[in-house]
């Protein structure tokens, strides 16, 4: 396996468990700011709207000019962890909508480039491993950082479950931006 696709699985992993952590407990989170079922409901699909929109135009940018890839991928995690620090900072309902909107938009940077970067790398006839492997990591990571996540937040609160997912995104950042921010051509 490439050297570039174990950097990108773990990335990937360690930026999933920030969403991981909070996902399955993200409504609570919405009634103690003082929202309801709807506001949940409105602030995901803002979130999946945004990231949609933006993902096809950062799609086209980065076919259009190839060494944006890497920089799109880096300020991509660096927007998300930025919007995951704003988590700490909520007070009403409107400012998660702003939060959500941010993060659509920081995964939009991310998503075309590191699928293509994924794919230039993946080892011919071992594709649907390496694919398989990622998604397989990542759901399993995801799974138990789930359950992490509720004790976390039954047991000291939101605030410190928001430090947790915090941390994981500048580990992530800090991991892909070490691996793409100088190089063009990877």
Same mark, same amino acid.
Request: a positive charge; hydrophobic letters at 55%; glycine letters at 10%.
């Given at each position: $396996?490439?050297?570039?696709?174990?950097?990108?699985?773990?990335?990937?992993?360690?930026?999933?468990?920030?969403?991981?952590?909070?996902?399955?407990?993200?409504?609570?989170? @919405?009634?103690?700011?003082?929202?309801?079922?709807?506001? &949940?409901?409105?602030? $995901?699909?803002?979130? &999946?709207?945004? *990231?949609? @929109?933006?993902?096809?135009?950062?799609?086209?940018?980065?076919?259009?000019?190839?060494?944006?890839?890497?920089?799109?991928?880096?300020?991509?995690?660096?927007?998300?962890?930025?919007?995951?620090?704003?988590?700490?900072?909520?007070?009403?309902?409107?400012?998660?909508?702003?939060?959500?909107?941010?993060?659509?938009?920081?995964?939009? $940077?991310?998503?075309?480039?590191?699928?293509?970067?994924?794919? $230039?790398?993946?080892?011919?006839?071992?594709? &649907?491993?390496?694919?398989?492997?990622?998604?397989?990591?990542?759901?399993?990571?995801?799974?138990?950082?789930?359950?992490?996540?509720?004790? @976390?937040?039954?047991?000291?609160?939101?605030?410190?479950?928001?430090?947790?997912?915090?941390?994981?995104?500048?580990?992530?950042?800090?991991?892909?931006?070490?691996? *793409?921010?100088?190089?063009?051509?990877?």
């Amino acid at each position: $396996m490439h050297k570039v696709i174990k950097i990108l699985i773990a990335t990937s992993i360690l930026c999933n468990i920030g969403f991981a952590l909070y996902e399955p407990i993200y409504a609570i989170f @919405v009634q103690q700011i003082g929202g309801d079922i709807l506001a &949940a409901a409105a602030s $995901m699909g803002l979130f &999946a709207i945004v *990231l949609g @929109v933006f993902t096809i135009i950062f799609g086209k940018l980065t076919d259009a000019n190839k060494c944006l890839k890497n920089k799109f991928i880096v300020l991509g995690y660096a927007i998300v962890t930025a919007a995951f620090a704003g988590y700490y900072f909520v007070k009403h309902p409107i400012d998660l909508f702003v939060i959500q909107a941010v993060i659509g938009f920081g995964t939009a $940077m991310i998503d075309p480039g590191w699928s293509a970067l994924f794919g $230039m790398h993946v080892k011919k006839n071992n594709e &649907a491993t390496e694919w398989g492997l990622w998604e397989g990591t990542k759901q399993i990571a995801m799974g138990i950082f789930a359950i992490a996540g509720g004790a @976390v937040a039954a047991t000291f609160g939101f605030k410190t479950l928001i430090l947790i997912m915090f941390t994981f995104e500048v580990l992530a950042t800090i991991s892909i931006a070490r691996l *793409l921010w100088t190089k063009c051509k990877i």
